[in-house]
């Protein structure tokens, strides 16, 4: 079983910083299967990241993502006021098929 | 732009199966997506469900796998999730989505079921 465990569960930090937000899975997957969501209090989550490093449609191009084998990363460049939100990374295992999610980011305001 | 919308009960009782659908606008049912469901109890994180292609072929989480049933009804352009069997462990908000590139595209905003006598 793919565990995703994210760090750290709580960023605090000022607009116009830089955030780094890290995932860790148990064992090696590709980045294909590798996806970021961003998620505001009362709404549902939105698509940041697919295939690890791809923007979705509409996603700024302050929000970046890396990472091969255990470990991937998130970084918003600069911090706008929208962005402070919970962060979710999440794989896609093939055998069998499922979606496993991390356990998120907060991203708070300093 | 695919639109998904829930709807169903809001309170369901323990022991009772949850039914929900998902009416999809923007884009035929029968495309390319695998049709999915999310949920989240209250306060905490994600939860994959289970997920249904055109072609009927269903994958759910194996926890899970004994109490759900997913459908499509290519006729209304929705599709639909029963969870049998419910606890208040149950109690959560429910999201369908669309899944492409081993990712959730679209959501929809989301419908709170609360598993209680």
């Known amino acids: 079983e793919i565990v995703l465990t994210q760090s750290p569960g709580t960023l605090s930090l000022s607009p116009g910083e830089r955030a780094t937000l890290f995932c860790r899975v148990t064992q090696s997957v590709s980045s294909t299967y590798l996806a970021w969501y961003q998620q505001k209090p009362g709404q549902a989550p939105r698509l940041l990241i697919y295939?690890?490093?791809n923007r979705a449609t509409g996603i700024p191009d302050r929000f970046s993502g890396s990472g091969s084998g255990t470990d991937f990363t998130l970084i918003i460049s600069r911090l706008e006021p929208e962005d402070f939100a919970v962060y979710y990374c999440q794989h896609y295992g093939t055998s069998p098929p499922e979606f496993t999610f991390g356990g998120g980011t907060k991203v708070e305001i300093k | 732009q695919v639109q998904l919308q829930e709807s169903g009960p809001g309170l369901v009782n323990p022991s009772g199966t949850l039914s929900l659908t998902c009416a999809v606008s923007?884009?035929?049912?029968?495309?390319?997506?695998?049709w999915t469901w999310v949920r989240q109890p209250p306060g905490k994180g994600l939860e994959w469900i289970g997920e249904i292609y055109l072609s009927g072929n269903t994958n759910y989480k194996p926890s899970l796998k004994s109490r759900v049933t997913m459908s499509l009804d290519k006729s209304k352009n929705q599709f639909s999730l029963k969870l049998s069997s419910v606890t208040a462990a149950d109690t959560a908000v429910y999201y369908c989505?669309?899944?492409?590139?081993?990712?959730?595209?679209?959501w929809g905003q989301g419908a709170l079921v609360t598993v209680s006598s």
């Open positions: 989505a669309t899944s492409t590139y081993y990712s959730l595209h679209h």
């Open positions: 295939g690890a490093s």
């Open positions: 923007g884009d035929p049912i029968d495309t390319k997506y695998w």
